[in-house]
């Protein structure tokens, strides 16, 4: 993902990536330090530096 930097589609659901030892926010994060921007998908508004806590959603992440 780093070296190719492809379009991404995920579905972001916190309850599932911490029964998995990780959270939505440290997806997050990780996407956003390899210079992604991330929307929501159907909105289309950029998610980022919000509480995830708990959040259920898809979102497109692109090359920033």
Avoid: H, K
């Amino acid at each position: 993902i780093q070296r190719d930097r492809p379009a991404l589609f995920i579905e972001l659901i916190d309850a599932n990536l911490r029964e998995n030892g990780s959270s939505a926010r440290q997806l997050m994060d990780r996407l956003l330090a390899w210079g992604y921007r991330v929307c929501e998908a159907i909105s289309g508004r950029d998610v980022g530096r919000e509480d995830l806590t708990g959040c259920s959603m898809d979102i497109v992440c692109r090359p920033a």
